[in-house]
C-alpha cells in the first residue's frame, strides 16, 4: 500500500468569479431591519490609513478581559454627508420599484460633475404625491452624496452618490423624518454609535492580471518540469473533455467588492488632529475633521470610499464601547 498525501485544494472558491468590481464603489444589496424608531441604516467614509490602540479588553468570556490588550485599527476620514433627495419605493412580487423621487430644491454646484441636474425640482408637488399615496408605498430610502472638499486627502470635487434606506418605525414616521432630512447634512455620531457593530462594504485593492501561484496559491513545480513551474501540471483529465472552474488558472486578482461582518467601532470623533500620526497618513495626508475609528482591517488601498451599514448578522450580545488608554501617534515614515 503506497503512501497517502493529503493535498487540500488551495484558494477559496467562495468567490468566483474572480472579475473586476462594476465600480470603484461597493454595491449594498441587502439592508436589515432594526427596532428603533425611524434612522438611517448606513454611512460613508474615505480610508485614511491605519495605526494601532491599546484598550481595555470588555469582551465577554475572553481570556484577557478587564487586560490592557493591543489591537490594530483603521481610520476613516468621515466628513458629514448631504442628503440630496427622498426616494419612495413599491413592492410586488417581482420585487421594488421605483414610485417617486423629491430632490432638494438647490442642490451643490458638484454635483453636476456627477449627472445633469434639472432646471426646475418640483419639490413641494412629488413630496406631496408621497403624502397622499403612503399606502402603496413600501419604504423609503434617501440619496445622499460625500463632500470629498472636507475631507484631507481625497483629491476630487466630484462627490460619491450612495442610496441609504430608512429602516424603523412606521411608512409615516418613515416620510416624516425623511422629509425633515432633505437638504440637510447628517455626521457619523447621528447614524452610529461609539462601541456598535458594523457592516463594512468596499472594493479591494486591486493587483491586476496575476499567475495562479501568487493568485491562488498553488505550489511551485520542480526544477525539471516539462514547460512550466508556476502553474498547474494538469489543468484536468479527458473526460470530462473541458477545463473544469475550479482548476486554477491565471486572470484577475484585486478589485472585488468584499462585505465583512461585525467591525466595531471603538471612536466617532470630531477633530483629526487627535487620530492624525506625525506627518499625517502615508499617501493620504491628514484628517482636519470627523472620522471613525474601527477595530480590525477594511477592504481597499487609501483613499477609497468605504460604504458602513448596520449589522446583518450582529452578535448577540451588545458590548459597550472599551475604553482606550493609548492611541498610536508615531510617525509612519520613520521620522
Known amino acids: 500500500m503506497g503512501r497517502r498525501t ?3 485544494k488551495r484558494g477559496s472558491l467562495a468567490f468566483l468569479p474572480r472579475g473586476r468590481a462594476a465600480k470603484p464603489i461597493g454595491r449594498i444589496r441587502f439592508w436589515p431591519e432594526v427596532k428603533e424608531g425611524p434612522r438611517l441604516l448606513g454611512f ?12 481595555i479588553d470588555n469582551e ?3 481570556p484577557t478581559l478587564g487586560k490592557e490588550i493591543m489591537r490594530p485599527a483603521t481610520i476613516l476620514d468621515a466628513p458629514p454627508i448631504l442628503v440630496c433627495a427622498i426616494r419612495a419605493y413599491t413592492k410586488d412580487e417581482y420585487g421594488l420599484k421605483t414610485f417617486t423621487e423629491a430632490w432638494m430644491q438647490d442642490p451643490p454646484k458638484e454635483l453636476e460633475r456627477v449627472f445633469t441636474l434639472p432646471e426646475k425640482f418640483e419639490t413641494e408637488k412629488n413630496l406631496k404625491k408621497m403624502e397622499e399615496n403612503l399606502d402603496k408605498i413600501s419604504e423609503f430610502r434617501v440619496i445622499a452624496i460625500t463632500q470629498p472638499k472636507e475631507a484631507g ?3 476630487k470635487k466630484k462627490p460619491d452618490v450612495m442610496e441609504i434606506k430608512i429602516g424603523g418605525g412606521t411608512v409615516q414616521e418613515q416620510f416624516e423624518y425623511a422629509k425633515n432630512l432633505l437638504g ?13 457593530y458594523v457592516d463594512v462594504i468596499a472594493i479591494t485593492k486591486g493587483k491586476g492580471f496575476q499567475g495562479p501561484v501568487k493568485r491562488w496559491g498553488i505550489r511551485i513545480l520542480p526544477r525539471k518540469s516539462r514547460k512550466t513551474k508556476r502553474g498547474v501540471a494538469a489543468i484536468g483529465p479527458w473526460t470530462p ?21 461585525n467591525k466595531k467601532i471603538l471612536k466617532i470623533g470630531k477633530n483629526g488632529e487627535e487620530i492624525t500620526p506625525k506627518g499625517g497618513f502615508v499617501r493620504y495626508g491628514i484628517i ?10 477594511v477592504p481597499g488601498p487609501k483613499k477609497r470610499l468605504i460604504r458602513l451599514r448596520f449589522p446583518a ?15 498610536s501617534l508615531e510617525s509612519q515614515q520613520g521620522k
Not at 184 to 196: L, P, R, W, Y
Request: proline fraction near 10%; hydrophobic fraction near 30%; glycine fraction near 10%.
Open 153 to 155: 486627502g481625497v483629491p
Open 60 to 62: 465577554p468570556r475572553s
Open 184 to 196: 440637510k447634512t447628517i455626521s457619523a455620531e447621528e447614524v452610529f454609535k461609539e462601541g456598535q
Open 313 to 327: 448578522r450582529p452578535p448577540k450580545e451588545s458590548v459597550e464601547p472599551p475604553q482606550i488608554t493609548h492611541i
Open 6 to 8: 493529503h493535498a487540500p
Open 241 to 261: 473533455a473541458r477545463v473544469m472552474y475550479s482548476v486554477p488558472r491565471a486572470g484577475q486578482m484585486g478589485y472585488h467588492q468584499r462585505t465583512e461582518y
Open 288 to 297: 482636519r475633521g470627523n472620522y471613525i475609528l474601527i477595530e480590525g482591517t
Open 44 to 55: 460613508m467614509g474615505y480610508k485614511a490609513g491605519m495605526t494601532h490602540v491599546f484598550v
